[in-house]
């Protein structure tokens, strides 16, 4: 069987360039060939740019209501189609089947539907003056760029591309070239609602394409998901051209357990926050600190748990760790076990990799946990982004709190206890974007989503995203003349 090309999806079509370079798309799960991806080339950008400017003319002279039904649609045919996007998402990132069919595409579809039901909200101030009045206007800011990274392929697609539509922008989208296929489903379904074409563009490839639109011209602003280091070199090229930007970056998040803490939700916890999407989430919690007094009992409950994972095929539903995106970041992963070893850290749990019948091309780690951790050493201090936990003993609220804020990022942070005035206490004096209370990784639309520090600039979902998409323009209006000085 010949093997599928991907293209570019611009104007509202694919756009196939047979004298484009192909790019393997490889199933992590397999190491097969999923498809092959055309490299979008100067031409591509060129028209990518062209048709987001047209379809920006049509659909920013929409009102909001009817962006807002055309929006609705498209969330309906996402959770239509879950079934099938969850796996396409399944066979490029590796993840789990049994997630993918929960969380993925509908976290999408929810926030596609609830930036629909802002649309027609979006709107300006007025202001009463002397003998005067003035009126702001939120207008739309034109051709955004969103730049994705792998871990949640259409996730992170409708956290741009949602808000950026709905207040009446085109987007253009590159996702990560490692799981580029979803982005494009998501192309077709926004033109199956009645998306004008050009206002949601994909274009496929490495980092280049991204960069060639950061420098245009002709695009406003840049949000971008993905590693600090990427962040920083984008933030210096945006600023050439004075584009607004949106960060989402990486972090290496605390998870603090305190002693009146429920231990078996702790547990819970602290497995959900290191080894869902096999640990591949940018907010996880990867330095639990447990209070001295329940550390021991913590832990063993945590590594029986642990043991009882089941790794495997993630298209079978049972699997609850799939495989790493890549033989190069499970070899990354995997460093930083031997480095942690090398270090003293004791090793309680995983640290190998595991075969998975009918899955020999893939990478699986099995969930590590490493006890004995001090706060300098680098699975500590560095984000690995797969399965590894470092858990760290604490004595008391200020010292944990100061160890918890070590760090230049800032993104997520979360403290396990029954003591809420405790809970609020720390949530507030965590340098961390999003605090969980006796929870973890919970992000509901309604709640912005962003990191502090290092970790990020703005935010995703929620009311405060429209900000993030919109410019204030102020209109002053005379209503008594013109008092004049001058002869
Ligand atoms: N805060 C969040 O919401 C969030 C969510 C998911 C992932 N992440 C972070 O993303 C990282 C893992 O994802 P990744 O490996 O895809 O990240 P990455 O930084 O390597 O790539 C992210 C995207 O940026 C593009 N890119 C890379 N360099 C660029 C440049 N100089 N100019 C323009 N585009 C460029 C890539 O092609 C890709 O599409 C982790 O650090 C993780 O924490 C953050
Ligand atoms: C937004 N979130 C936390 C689901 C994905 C971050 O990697």
Redesign the pocket.
């Known amino acids: 069987m010949n093997t599928p090309i991907l293209c570019s999806y611009i104007g509202g079509r694919s756009i196939d360039n047979p004298a484009l370079p192909l790019v393997d798309n490889i199933e992590p799960a397999t190491g097969k060939v999923l498809c092959r991806v055309q490299q979008a080339g100067d031409d591509e950008v060129a028209l990518a740019v062209a048709a987001a400017k047209q379809g920006f003319a049509i659909w920013s002279a929409m009102t909001g209501a009817e962006r807002g039904r055309i929006l609705n649609r498209a969330a309906q045919l996402l959770r239509e189609r879950n079934a099938e996007l969850a796996l396409l998402e399944v066979r490029d990132n590796g993840k789990p089947i049994q997630e993918a069919e929960v969380v993925d595409v509908m976290s999408g579809a929810d926030c596609v539907e609830y930036f629909a039901g802002l649309a027609a909200s979006i709107h300006g101030q007025q202001f009463p003056l002397k003998g005067a009045f003035a009126y702001t206007r939120r207008e739309p800011l034109g051709v955004c760029l969103g ?6 392929p259409i996730q ?1 697609a409708c956290w741009k591309s949602a808000p950026a539509l709905a207040c009446g922008n085109a987007m253009i989208y ?5 799981t580029p296929m979803t982005a494009i489903e998501l192309a077709k379904i926004y033109t199956e609602a009645g998306v004008p074409d050009g206002v949601f563009n994909v274009i496929l490839g ?2 280049k394409p ?2 060639q639109l ?1 420098a245009h011209p002709d695009v406003a602003k840049v949000s ?7 962040g920083k ?2 933030m210096a ?1 945006a600023a050439k051209t004075l584009k607004r930007v949106t960060m ?4 290496k998040s605390p998870l603090i357990i305190f002693d009146d803490a429920d231990l078996d939700q702790a547990v819970s916890a602290a497995m959900l926050a290191n080894f869902y999407t096999q640990g591949e989430i ?2 996880n919690g990867t330095r639990v600190f447990v209070h001295e007094s329940i550390h021991d009992a913590f832990l063993e409950k945590l590594v029986a748990r642990t043991r009882k994972l089941k790794i495997g095929d993630p298209l079978h539903p049972d699997t609850q760790v799939g495989a790493q995106i890549s033989g190069d970041h499970a070899a990354t992963v995997l460093r930083y076990v031997e480095q942690g070893i090398a270090e003293g850290a004791s090793l309680l749990a995983g640290g190998q990799r595991v075969e998975v019948p009918g899955c020999e091309g893939g990478h699986f780690i099995a969930p590590t946990i490493f006890a004995g951790c001090h706060d300098d050493m680098s699975i500590v201090r560095e ?1 690995i ?1 797969g399965p590894v936990m470092s858990v760290l003993k604490f004595k008391d609220e200020a010292e944990v709190l100061a160890r918890a804020n070590d760090t230049r990022l800032g ?1 997520a942070a979360g403290v396990f206890t029954r003591d809420l005035a405790r809970g609020h206490r720390m949530a507030e004096k965590l340098q961390a974007g999003v605090c969980w209370i006796n929870n973890y990784n919970i992000t509901p639309i309604e709640m912005p ?1 962003g ?1 502090l520090k290092e ?2 600039i703005g935010h995703e979902n929620s009311l405060v995203t429209l900000d993030h998409y919109t410019q204030l323009k102020s209109v002053y209006v005379e209503l008594s003349g013109v008092a004049c000085p001058y002869e």
């Open positions: 730049i994705g990274a792998w871990n949640y992170i590159k996702p990560a070239s490692l490495s980092s991204a960069r950061i971008v998901t993905g590693s600090v280091e990427t070199a984008i090229d989402e970056l990486g972090g940018c907010t984000e982004f993104l989503f990191g970790s990020g």
